[in-house]
Every structure is written in C-alpha cells, then in structure tokens.
C-alpha cells in the first residue's frame, strides 16, 4: 500500500492549542499521581488548582482552613509541599498554569526554588501565574491585601520576571469569573482592558522596567477568558478582545513589534451555564463553548481546560476530566479544523459584530478611566455593583422563560439518567480525614524543618526583611524567595504582609443594585412581598430581617448576592456582610441583628462541617427559633444530613427560581415561629 498523500491544495495543519486539565485536591502526593496519569493521557500542560487556605494566604490549621483544606485544590504550605506536588515531573520541561492570585508570588517564588533544586535553568521556566487581583474584588473573593499593596505585588512579580524568567507569563488578566459574576460581553471586554492598563501604568511608572523592554512586558501579559454557549457572540468577543489590545498596546505604551501586541489567552469554557438538572446537556455545552474559542484561526486560544460535565454536582472524578480532555483531542486530532486560514474573514454578520462590541467596550472604559482606572472603579464598588445588576437581570430572564436552558425552564421531561443513578459515585468526594493528615504534616514541618534533612535557616529572619521590605520601595519578590528558601509557611509569609499591609473586604454590590425583577401587580414577587408584610406584621415588627452569611473560605459569592437583592426587592432587611466569616461570627451577626432566618451559601464542599458549627452556635445561644437555610453545590446525601442536623431547607443549582426560594424562606420563617401557613401563593 502507498501512504495517503495529502489531498491537493491542502496546507500544512495547524498545530494543537495547549490541552490542560484544572485539576489538584486533597494533598499534594495525590495531586501530583493525577498530574503524571493525566500527562501520560496526551495532556501538553499542567493547570493546578490550590485550595482556598493555600489562595487566600492561610495555613490548613488556621480557624478559617476549616473544612477547606483540599477540596477546591491541592494545599501547598511550604516549599516541601510543593516539591512532593512536582515530584518526577521535570519543571524545565513542562509549562504550568497556576491559578492563584492575592499568595501569586509566595506560590512562583515556591515553585522556582523546586525547579532550582532539580537543577533546572530557570530562564527556561514556561507556564503562567494568573495573578489578576481585581477580579478576585469583583467576582472570585480570594483578595487578601488592599488594591494598592496588591497591585505592588503584581508589579514586583512582572519586573522579576522579565529579568530572571523571560519565558514565565507573570500575569493572567483574567476575565473568566467576570462572566462567571454576570458580565456581559462588553462588560467582560472592557473590565479586562481596564484592568491590563491599570497594570502596565504601574509597571511603566514603577521605573523597575525601562521604556524599552516594556515590549517584553506586555509580550508576557496573557489573558485568561470564558465563553459561553452563545458561541456566535464569544467568537466575535475574542476577536474584539485582541482588535482593543492592538489598539491599546500601539496607542498607550508605543509597543511597535506586532508580535509582542498579539492578544494570548486561554480559556476554560463557562460553568456558570453548566446545569444540575440532565446534568448530561453539559457534554453539548462544553463542545458549543469550545468551538467559540478554537474555529476562528485569527481569534484561536493558545490553551483550553473545558470542566466536566458533572462539576454542578460537585467534584470530577480523573474519568470524567479525561472525558473533557478526549473532547478537545477529536476537534484537534480527527477534524479539519487546523488545515484552513481563517473561515470568517471577510464576513458581513462577524465584522459587524465584532465592531459593534469594539465601540462599546471602548465606551465603558473611556467611562472607568474617567472614575481614575480600574482600580477606582473597584474602591467606589461601581465594578461590583454593575456585574451584580447584570447578573440578576440573566437571572430574571431565566426565571421569566425569557432566556431558554434545556432541561432547566424548557423541556424539562427526560429519561432515567444512568451517569447520575448513582450519585455517591458520579462525582469524586474528598476524604474529611485528608484535613487532619494535612494539618498533622504541617505541624510536623514547622517542628522539623530546621534539622536534616531539610536544613533550612530558621525563617525569622526571612520574614522580618519581608516587612522591612514592604515597609520601603524595593522589589518583594528576592525577600519572597528568601521565605520560601527559610521553609517558611504561606500563613507566615501573608501574615507578615498582613502586618504592614492590612486586609481588604471589597464592597458587596448589594445595597446599590438595582430592581432586576420588576413588581407588579399580580406578579409572583409581588405575592411573596405580601407574604413578607403579613409576616413581619404578624411577628409585630417593621421588617423581617434575613442574614445571608458565607462560611469558611468560598468567595464565590454570585448565588449569596443574588438571594441577598431578591431578598431586599421582596421586602427583607437584609444584613450581607460579605464573604469571609467563621461560623462565630455568622452567629454573632444574627444574634445582634435580632434576625429572622439564617442563609448560609457554601460551594466549596465545606458545608458538612460549617453548617452544622452555625446551628449548634444557634443552638447554644437559645436561638433554636431562626431557621437556617442553605444553598450551594451539595450533593444529595449531604443534603440529607443537613436536613437531619436541623437544617430547614437546603437549595442547590437546579433550584433557579429565586422568587420561590425567598417565598419558601418566608415559610419556614413561619413554621419557625409556629404561625399559621399563609393562603397566599408563592
């Protein structure tokens, strides 16, 4: 047989975007088998997710880690940590993706001393920290230090890089969570942008980079990107994204080499969209999202993670992510996708898009300029309020049938689903003995890490020319890497930073969000305010008021807000003080508020143990009288031991009418204070 000649006039292919899988949990040494068994599987790059102590500059046994500790991702408390989370994979050859940000240097300065110690020529280190504080103020809420010590931070990391790790993307401007938050197109554009100028000013003026290597600077900024199943739409973003970047680039910072304007980004596809109920149109959503991002040439991604399709139920298991990856594999491997130039130049429909998106994305950041940048835009809570308002209008377009999700609001009838029969075994769990075992090894570190084998200097030292450091003007990033060299532990090094810098809580976007759901007459809000007044009238007070708290460390806080403004338009008092907060202080706030109901909003997996903590708190203050509610990602048999633990309602994603589940926490309210049901439909 001859071999098969390429058919006549077909091109050289393309080659194959990055394939990574965001993956990492319970400790390092399971993270890193995952990572060897998904690479041996065809994956080209790693994406490690940390977990919520490791972003937000905690170690596992601090009062916060509780119930966090390896869930969402790997913890990583020190550099034996991350040595054991890279064991046998050689870091000079690999280009790795770490999704952290407020601990983004802690974590780069780790992992350069690991590579240093396999003898690796760090210039050759490849891969990215996405390092984009301000979206973790508007949307994610793993912001630990102010936006000015923060964008410090950031700038340091970029000046170190472009000297000593020339091939490291040091920052990841990432507009994923704002979608996640409720952004619109334009809106994810132009927070974005706004974000990468309020970086590169302060790059640029920080003097730490002369005016002629800024090209490499933004040669290395890459962004991080969502699309959604409006695949038409994203296609036309992406290609609006990099026409502004071009534009800005040439404009603002006199970047002459094409090459170093050229708009890099990743993508992980859209799980705001991904759906609890037939949890299997996911498969289809995913692809459709994909598609968004990979078709057009000109616009392509330079690396793709697609979630699972059962990540509304909780954690993939290593079947299902590598489901994910086979997706991309069959587009890349099997299709003609990479053998032709771009397949829309030229379009009417695209162009016409793409300049519309263009125009008004401009818009709106000409507007964040003139507030001082995005930083500005981020203090005086006008970035917050406008993705919460965005949000709750998608909300109220789905609950209005408006906007169409299969198997959600339309087309709801469906056949026993196989992949979901069992659900114990459809999602991964994470053993709760995995926290104890991570804090035991962490106390053993700090009590061994002076002698062999490790020998490291004693980290009191390091730590103090930390703060002496951040106290002046000099890069933090050498007296980073002195910490993570000292064996000192990421709680150690951010509290340090702590010290000198302070904390942040961002503003809530609540209380200035608009109506989303209009009241009229007759309406279904309209039917719960009245079950709201007659209840509070019966109760002999002004208003109900409802608490809406997050435990632990789970700074996803869009579910939290979007209760917290239906609540407020349906005549509540709400009292949302944001995320952050120890089941103590839950308590406290609901005692001092003299509250009517407690929501508690937990999608990290942490609610087996937080929530039990709030109602034996309630309990024990004689406050057995105020029903507590929970939402989030929870799987039904933990559903089940809430609701044996006293938990009066639990909601998860496939719960979407909101209107309903204020008017069920009305009736709990009320079964609470052993009042009559109320004849009123909800």
Request: aromatic share 6%.
């Amino acid at each position: 047989m001859t071999e098969r000649q390429p058919a006549e006039g077909r091109r050289e292919k393309d080659r194959p975007w990055l394939m990574r899988t965001y993956a990492g949990h319970s400790t390092a040494e399971a993270s890193n088998e995952l990572y060897r068994r998904n690479l041996a599987k065809g994956q080209t790059g790693l994406s490690v997710a940390f977990d919520l102590p490791t972003q937000t500059g905690y170690d596992s046994d601090h009062i916060l880690a509780r119930g966090e500790v390896g869930r969402v991702g790997v913890p990583i408390a020190h550099v034996g940590d991350m040595r054991r989370l890279f064991q046998d994979i050689p870091l000079e050859q690999m280009n790795t993706s770490m999704t952290i940000n407020a601990t983004a240097m802690w974590l780069l300065a780790l992992y350069q001393v690991v590579a240093e110690e396999q003898g690796a020529d760090i210039t050759k280190l490849q891969g990215t920290t996405q390092n984009d504080i301000v979206k973790e103020y508007l949307s994610r809420g793993t912001h630990v230090f102010p936006p000015g010590p923060s964008l410090r931070l950031t700038t340091d990391m970029i000046a170190y890089t472009v000297s000593h790790l020339p091939k490291w993307n040091p920052i990841n401007i990432c507009s994923y969570h704002l979608q996640e938050a409720g952004a619109t197109p334009v809106q994810e554009i132009a927070y974005a942008m706004s974000t990468a100028i309020a970086v590169l000013d302060a790059v640029r003026d920080s003097g730490q980079v002369p005016q002629e290597r800024m090209g490499d600077v933004v040669g290395r900024i890459s962004f991080f990107v969502n699309a959604g199943v409006r695949f038409i739409e994203e296609m036309c973003k992406m290609r609006a994204f990099g026409r502004i970047w071009d534009q800005v680039t040439r404009e603002r910072y006199g970047i002459e080499n094409p090459k170093h304007r050229r708009f890099r980004y990743g993508v992980q596809v859209n799980s705001l969209g991904l759906t609890e109920a037939q949890p299997e149109n996911n498969v289809q959503r995913i692809v459709l999202e994909m598609l968004a991002v990979t078709l057009s040439k000109d616009a392509r991604a330079r690396a793709v993670q697609l979630p699972a399709w059962n990540e509304a139920l909780g954690l993939p298991r290593p079947w299902d992510q590598q489901w994910s990856l086979r997706i991309q594999q069959v587009l890349a491997y099997e299709s003609d996708l990479l053998e032709y130039e771009d397949i829309f130049e030229g379009s009417k429909v695209i162009e016409a898009k793409v300049d519309g998106l263009v125009e008004a994305s401009l818009a709106e950041m000409d507007r964040i300029e003139e507030m001082g940048g995005a930083m500005a835009a981020v203090e005086s809570g006008y970035l917050k309020s406008q993705l919460v308002a965005s949000h709750a209008e998608r909300r109220g377009r789905i609950e209005s049938g408006q906007e169409k999700i299969v198997g959600v609001n339309i087309f709801e009838g469906t056949e026993p689903n196989p992949l979901t029969a069992d659900l114990d075994t459809a999602i991964q769990t994470v053993d709760p003995a995995v926290e104890a075992r991570v804090i035991e090894a962490l106390q053993r570190w700090r009590d061994s890490r002076y002698q062999p084998p490790f020998n490291h200097p004693r980290p009191c030292k390091a730590l103090e020319r930390l703060k002496e450091a951040a106290r002046g003007t000099e890069n933090l990033m050498e007296a980073t890497l002195e910490c993570a060299r000292a064996g000192a532990t990421t709680g150690e090094w951010a509290g340090a930073l702590r010290e000198v810098f302070g904390e942040f809580r961002a503003p809530t976007g609540v209380s200035s969000a608009p109506v989303a759901v209009p009241v009229e007459e007759g309406s279904t809000l309209a039917l719960v305010r009245r079950k709201v007044d007659l209840t509070a009238k019966d109760l002999g007070v002004g208003k109900l008021r409802f608490l809406v708290g997050k435990p632990g460390l789970d700074g996803h806080s869009n579910g939290a807000e979007q209760i917290a403004v239906r609540a407020r338009d349906a005549g509540f008092e709400v009292v949302y003080q944001g995320i952050r907060l120890t089941p103590e202080q839950i308590v406290d706030a609901a005692l001092a508020e003299d509250v009517h109901a407690v929501g508690l909003s937990i999608l990290s997996g942490s609610h087996a143990q937080l929530v039990p903590d709030v109602l034996e708190r309630l309990r024990v203050a004689g406050a057995t009288d105020i029903p507590v509610i929970a939402g989030g990602i929870i799987p039904n048999g933990d559903a089940e031991q809430l609701r044996e633990a006293g938990v009066a309602a639990v909601f998860t994603p496939k719960d979407f009418d909101i209107t309903g589940i204020i008017g069920r926490i009305v009736d709990e309210i009320r079964k609470a204070n052993k009042l009559d049901p109320l004849e009123v439909p909800a």
